[in-house]
């Protein structure tokens, strides 16, 4: 069986790094010239800007601080168009890249798809053309990534756009306390540069994910990359954000385990004993008192009004548990189904504070259902790759704790979400890697039209002419 041809690829930012200037005794023949590696370099630098402005940092809180949707501002909307143009120009520069990976891209096509068909029954179409367009550019934002970058990039992308945010939070927290820290709900917890605790804490929770897998990764900066862990985790702590705390704590010790699985492979019994152990004993213990659990971690037994809320939601649910009221459409009517909610929960409720909750609001149950195969196949393919070490543990780490966060948080599917994209990011790149494996060549090879087809046989030559 001949081998496949090697994938063409775009240089990587590792590959071309230090490929300015030959070295000494090699030829300059296939030197890059110093415009690539520029361009590749600023490419990077243009990449860390895109991640860092999909936080959405800072806006809302400076200027839209008691809107309940400061996305409808109208003139915010516009400055996420430096970020649509680079995506756009990225992702036809490299347009044979996302070409390659497209087959991986079809199941979050059909995730936007069913999104998109729910402007038909919204009841709120506006928003939700306005919302579906933007999922757009994300998405193939999401792609562009996935499609360019590799795994240790994606990581140090991550990594260095978290810790230009962490600066900032600091710096907001310390120099403008009245902004960066809460003031009346949630006095003395830290919100940095944007408007909520929580956002900042699973935020700094990412760049915590990604600063430990980039020292993992990277032993000659990994002082460096440790440090901005230990400026994450702090923010982490000081957001009071338990969610974020959790997962954050939850998916470090889970990179711990791997670590020293993968190098002492004995040591893997013990570490799934233990922690199969830890999730019982929590399981057991919970199920004994949650009341004294929930205390443990700093809850009340309403989990912060969040159940109040769910119970809320879910009798809006039953009124359209098939389609729902169409994608981003049910909160941004004040006068709509959402004042419902509101007034039986006493407070400005913005979201259903769950992502599945979410998702039934807005897509219904056929809606959740997609979603939720999208997660499990997303799961499914990263622990495919459980003992991989070229992303550092960032992937199952970043995808265990979004999971958790889905929980608590609506950020499955969400428009101009950070954490939505990255996830996008993560599952085509799985389902990419996945689908280039040696395994589904072979198989791909066995097709009718294959390398390993059987040759189109020959018509057989009429029999000669006997003689007479």
């Known amino acids: 069986m001949p081998e496949p041809p090697p994938t063409p690829r775009s240089p990587r930012i590792e590959d071309l790094a230090n490929k300015g200037v030959p070295s000494r005794g090699t030829p300059a023949i296939n030197t890059p010239p110093d415009t690539r590696v520029t361009f590749v370099r600023l490419e990077a630098a243009v990449a860390i800007g895109m991640v860092t402005m999909s936080s959405a940092p800072l806006f809302p809180l400076l200027y839209a601080p008691t809107t309940l949707d400061a996305a409808e501002v109208v003139w915010m909307r516009y400055l996420w168009l430096p970020v649509y143009a680079a995506t756009v120009f990225f992702a036809a520069w490299h347009f044979r890249a996302l070409r390659r990976a497209a087959p991986a891209f079809i199941p979050t096509v059909v995730l936007f798809g069913f999104a998109a068909a729910s402007l038909s029954w919204s009841i709120e179409p506006d928003i939700t053309l306005r919302r579906i367009e933007a999922l757009a550019f994300n998405s193939l934002l999401s792609l562009y990534l996935a499609a360019r970058f590799g795994w240790r990039d994606l ?52 760049g915590a994910q990604a600063s430990v897998a980039c020292a993992l990764l990277d032993a000659r900066w990994r002082r460096a990359w440790l440090a901005s862990a230990l400026l994450c985790a702090a923010l982490v702590v000081l957001s009071r954000s338990g969610t974020a705390i959790i997962c954050l704590v939850g998916s470090i010790a889970l990179a711990i385990g791997l670590a020293s699985s993968r190098r002492h492979p004995i040591r893997a019994i013990g570490v799934a004993f233990f922690g199969g152990s830890l999730v019982l004993a929590l399981a057991f213990m919970t199920a004994l008192d949650l009341p004294w659990m929930l205390e443990l971690i700093g809850k009340d037994p309403t989990l912060t009004g969040r159940t109040e809320v769910w119970a809320a939601v879910a009798h809006r649910v039953a009124d359209r548990p098939i389609l729902g009221y169409g994608y981003e459409a049910f909160w941004h009517n004040l006068f709509g189904p959402a004042l419902l909610v509101r007034h039986e929960a006493q407070w400005a409720v913005p979201s259903a504070h ?115």
């Open 155 to 206: 990581a140090r992308i991550v990594a260095a756009a978290m810790a230009i945010l962490a600066v900032g939070s600091w710096v907001m927290c310390v120099g403008f306390p009245r902004l960066g820290i809460h003031q009346a709900a949630n006095a003395g917890a830290w919100r940095g540069v944007w408007p909520e605790k929580n956002e900042l804490g699973f935020v700094m929770a990412v």
């Open 354 to 468: 769950n992502g599945w909750l979410e998702i039934l609001l807005e897509l219904g149950w056929v809606g959740a259902i997609l979603a939720a195969a999208y997660v499990a196949l997303t799961l499914w393919t990263v622990m495919r790759r459980l003992f991989v070490r070229t992303d550092g543990f960032w992937a199952i780490m970043y995808v265990a704790a979004f999971v958790a966060s889905s929980l608590s948080e609506s950020e499955i599917e969400k428009q101009n979400s950070l954490e939505w994209i990255l996830f996008a990011t993560i599952s085509i790149k799985l389902l990419a890697d996945l689908l280039a494996s040696p395994v589904a060549a072979a198989l791909r090879s066995m097709r009718p039209d294959g390398p390993m087809a059987a040759p189109p046989t020959r018509p057989s030559a009429p029999a000669p002419a006997a003689r007479r």
